[in-house]
């Protein structure tokens, strides 16, 4: 099984202790709510009498700005519309058995220290997506990046965005075409930073030794969600494990 973080390892040989070892959750908290610890102060009395000196307030509908319309050259996210691989969404509290379909897909290599993942990925996709422009390339699918190669410092990986089909002739530069990776595999999802999915990362190895599961030596991670940077918390990501 190949280590694709540096904490890996030690998940591997820690994670069964650790979970052994759980204590059971805090009791919930008792604490008020904020609704009651800060309650909306009244400034009127209901239905307060008519001040003839004093104009009247004006009507609701009057006094709040409508929203503004977008314009109407604006354009929709087209990246968020892309399909995954997998048609159903996965659950971050569970292990999906599923089937990756082969998918045509542009590719591009790339290498990058751990601590320069994020931006390493973010700008090798943003390559392949104006190369595919360039070419009159329409992205088909979400983006996923393939771990080939990991160690202590950094790792290898193949950068890809699915297309509909692949061109006759590839488009000059470093750019290729291929295929995703297919077969059956496990999908975990997670949800939050990039910079925490070691986590999610010790949750697969902890599962593939329980259930004394091998799988491949790579790892597939797609981009349900943008990849902006490492700290964003509303990052989804499904990671393949695909099985022998």
Excluded: C
């Excluded at 058995?97 to 082969?102: F, G, M, R, Y």
């Amino acid at each position: 099984m190949i280590r694709l973080r540096p904490t890996l390892f030690a998940a591997l040989v820690l994670a069964q202790p650790a979970l052994a070892q759980q204590q059971p959750p805090p009791p919930p908290s008792t604490a008020p709510s904020p609704a009651q610890t800060n309650p909306l102060s009244t400034t009127t009395a209901p239905n307060p009498p008519q001040d003839p000196e004093r104009s009247a307030a004006p009507q609701p509908e009057k006094a709040l700005t409508p929203p503004t319309a977008p314009p109407a050259d604006a354009k929709p996210n087209v990246a968020s519309s892309r399909p995954t691989l997998v048609g159903t969404p996965g659950d971050a509290s569970d292990v999906d058995e599923v089937s990756l379909p082969a998918k045509p897909a542009a590719i591009l290599a790339g290498k990058a220290k751990w601590e320069e993942a994020a931006q390493s990925l973010r700008q090798s996709f943003a390559r392949i997506e104006s190369d595919l422009a360039k070419a009159g390339i329409a992205p088909a699918g979400r983006p996923i990046a393939v771990f080939t190669r990991t160690d202590d410092d950094g790792f290898q990986y193949e950068a890809m965005i699915p297309v509909a089909q692949a061109p006759e002739r590839a488009p000059e530069g470093e750019l290729r075409f291929g295929t995703t990776p297919s077969g059956k595999a496990l999908r975990f999802s997670h949800k939050g930073s990039y910079e925490g999915i070691d986590g999610t990362y010790e949750t697969l190895t902890a599962y593939l030794d329980a259930k004394d599961i091998m799988v491949q030596d790579r790892f597939v991670e797609e981009y349900v969600t943008d990849l902006t940077d490492g700290a964003d918390d509303k990052l989804e990501v499904n990671i393949y494990a695909l099985t022998r």
